[in-house]
Nanobody, 126 residues
């Protein structure tokens, strides 16, 4: 399975971006997706996750109400809609996948992810 993250860029505070995570390979529709991010000098942290069926979504407290994760099974793509961005959201964002992932503890477990995409940089600055 290969994951391709895209959509990062420079945005002003209060602005919006949509990240995409396109997957290819066998059985990709059976993989949950999670977004993680790593800011300069900080550890990687969980941002949002969606179960393989798309029925369950999870968010870090820091992004709840501002970010929305979704998936389009027909396109094998997951999205992270990010609104009301602030400088603290500046980071490299990574997409990850786990087969048959359903629960919150699976979504947040970076070590349990089976595949990772290359990161996409999001910079929030005026």
């Amino acid at each position: 399975v290969q994951l391709q993250a895209s959509g990062g860029g420079l945005v002003q505070p209060g602005g919006s971006l949509r990240l995409s995570c396109a997957a290819s390979g066998p059985d990709v529709s059976f993989y949950s997706r999670s977004w993680f991010r790593q800011a300069p000098g900080k550890e990687r942290e969980f941002v949002a996750g969606i179960s393989w069926s798309g029925q369950d979504v999870y968010y870090a407290d820091s992004v709840k109400g501002r970010f929305t994760i979704s998936r389009d099974s027909a396109k094998n793509t997951a999205y992270l809609e990010m609104n009301s961005l602030n400088p603290e959201d500046t980071a490299v964002y990574y997409c990850a996948a786990k087969k048959y992932g359903v629960y919150y503890y699976e979504a947040v477990d970076a070590d349990g992810m089976q595949y990772w995409g290359k990161g996409t940089l999001v910079t929030v600055s005026s």
